[in-house]
């Protein structure tokens, strides 16, 4: 590990860019995070790999999910961009409604008032 260089991790660079598939460079990054979380810990070297196996399986399977949650949440912003564009428009013409009625009140007020 220690005298790993560039050539060593070239997919990371030909990888990071298909949704879904984790690069070396994150599954060593990810490996590094398990493997300094179980240093606290009284476990065998063999117990930590295994535990570290357990959970890149765990973590490949969600990365794998990766380009589904971000059609899903895609599609939820465009749905919620929708209801507010929805929304908004109502608003406007609330607005011009209120505006209206306030300058015919007023200009109702005043004749009245000029009427005396």
Do not use: H
């Not at 409604?97 to 005043?110: D, R």
């Amino acid at each position: 590990m220690l005298e790993a260089d560039f050539y060593d991790c070239q997919d990371c660079l030909r990888s990071r860019d298909v949704p879904g598939v984790p690069s070396t460079g994150e599954t060593i990054d990810f490996a590094l995070e398990i493997a300094l979380e179980l240093s606290d810990q009284k476990i065998t070297a063999e117990q930590a790999a295994e535990e570290i196996c357990r959970r890149a399986a765990a973590w490949k399977a969600w990365k794998a999910g990766e380009p589904e949650r971000r059609e899903a949440t895609r599609e939820k912003q465009e749905t919620t961009q929708a209801a507010l564009g929805a929304a908004n428009d109502k608003i406007f013409w609330w607005r011009v409604y209120c505006a209206a009625s306030s300058f015919l009140a007023a200009v109702i007020f005043f004749l009245a008032i000029s009427m005396r």
